[in-house]
């Protein structure tokens, strides 16, 4: 993204911490993956927002009408034989020149300088509890300046959370965000569909994954938003299983759910399909229930309707189907009253996506659902689980797992479904792997 995007997002922020205030937003430390390798490093979400600084070893610090330069960056210092082993550091001179600084100091001199920032500051916008090393480094600076009260110096005496403002910002996406967030969505269901091609049964979960993996870095995208989930026959009734290691059987069914992350912008996709090829009649007529139920809820999802108005409607078609494949027994709007899907559908039908899968900002305000507004990015991924676990089942329905997911921007007049290219209509699905030769 442009400088000038990230300049706009600090300009905000600084209006709303204004004369006299002060925020200061580190970004997440380098982790040991083994002995001395680390894993590989991703900024903390909130800084890359404001700042797009890719490096570890940083704190932003932002001084409303500080005669020097608003915008401080810390970071580390150009080092010809660090950057031999490690690649090269932007340094301080490309903190401002590149990333819009208009200070640059050394990391190592942060514990000389900042307190200096803080001194005679009213209020600190700052996240405790997120990097507690970094928290008791702030505590040990505001000691050392409340120390010299009788020279006249005063510490910030007001804390406010910083993520409650940033992560405010960041729920209403900017258009660029969309162009990169609509290409990540591209990339995972270009992904999807190259899945879909090459399954078949004698495969193992995790040459599926491998694909996807390989897919996602061809077209860019470095790095999966999170550990691809692909689960066949039993293992697509486990949420959130990643083991990926299982044969993949004829008569079973692969359930899928993989994002990209692109610049830091994750997609969040999900897609269910029979490894042979064909949907089973008892297969294709659960399908065809979630498939109805994210129908419903995408239509739901456009602005003057509330967050919760998606899950609603998807909840709907999902009791009324079980009812009427007879999982469920009874009047369905008194299994609906009753929550009687529960036990087969255990997750919401959404959360917000951005630079984190599971993104930032409140879902109420106040105690009323928060309202859909343009700019706004949500999943919606309705599901049903049939494990031989629950109690009376019957046995045709055993070990159905689907969950159908895609992304969906909110727009002025409706909404855009940002990884429509990813199948998901039986016949599409079918066409798809047939074509491929797998059906």
Not at 41 to 51: I, Q
Not at 319 to 340: N, Q, S
Not at 386 to 395: H, I, T, V
Request: net charge negative.
């Amino acid at each position: 993204m442009d400088k000038k995007e990230f300049a706009r997002r600090r300009k905000r922020l600084m209006d709303m911490v204004n004369h006299g205030g002060i925020a200061i937003q580190p970004t997440a430390p380098e982790r040991i993956r083994n002995r001395d390798i680390y894993y590989p490093f991703r900024p903390d979400s909130d800084f890359f927002y404001l700042t797009g600084f890719p490096e570890p070893e940083a704190v932003l610090v932002l001084v409303p009408d500080r005669p020097q330069g608003e915008c401080v960056l810390f970071c580390r210092e150009k080092n010809a034989e660090a950057e031999t082993w490690h690649g090269t550091r932007h340094g301080l001179e490309g903190a401002c020149e590149l990333y819009g600084a208009d200070d640059a100091f050394p990391i190592s001199d942060m514990d000389d300088i900042l307190p200096g920032l803080l001194e005679n500051r009213g209020r600190i916008y700052y996240t405790m509890g997120r990097y507690q090393d970094f928290d008791q480094r702030l505590v040990g600076w505001l000691n050392q300046i409340s120390n010299k009260s009788r020279a006249g110096v005063h510490a910030p005496d007001q804390f406010n959370s910083l993520a409650h403002y940033v992560h405010e910002m960041r729920l209403y996406k900017s258009r660029e965000e969309i162009k990169t967030m609509r290409r990540s969505a591209q990339i995972a269901s270009a992904g999807h569909r190259r899945a879909m091609q090459i399954c078949q049964p004698g495969l193992y979960e995790y040459q599926i994954e491998a694909e996807l993996l390989h897919s996602f870095v061809q077209q860019g995208a470095r790095s999966p938003a999170y550990p691809c989930i692909v689960g066949g026959g039993a293992n697509s009734c486990i949420l959130h299983y990643t083991e990926n290691n299982d044969l993949l059987r004829d008569g079973d069914l692969l359930l899928v759910d993989a994002g990209a992350e692109l610049e830091n912008y994750a997609s969040d996709v999900s897609r269910t399909y029979p490894v042979n090829g064909r949907f089973t009649p008892e297969q294709r007529a659960i399908y065809e229930i979630v498939l109805e139920a994210q129908f419903a809820a995408i239509a739901a999802v456009r602005p003057g309707n509330s967050w919760n108005d998606p899950h609603e409607a998807a909840v709907e078609v999902i009791t009324k189907g079980l009812v009427d494949v007879g999982i469920l027994k009874g009047r369905w709007r008194t299994m609906l009253r009753d929550e009687a899907y529960r036990p087969y559908y255990m997750h919401r039908t959404s959360h917000w996506l951005g630079m984190d899968v599971h993104d930032v900002g409140e879902y109420k305000v106040g105690d009323e659902w928060r309202m859909f507004e343009p700019g706004m990015v949500t999943t919606v991924e309705p599901g049903l689980y049939l494990s031989p676990a629950l109690k009376g089942l019957a046995k045709r329905w055993w070990n159905i797992g689907i969950r159908i997911e895609d992304d969906v921007l909110v727009t002025a007049d409706g909404h855009e479904v940002l990884s429509a290219g990813a199948p998901k209509t039986v016949e599409d699905i079918e066409m798809t792997m047939r074509q491929a030769g797998r059906a």
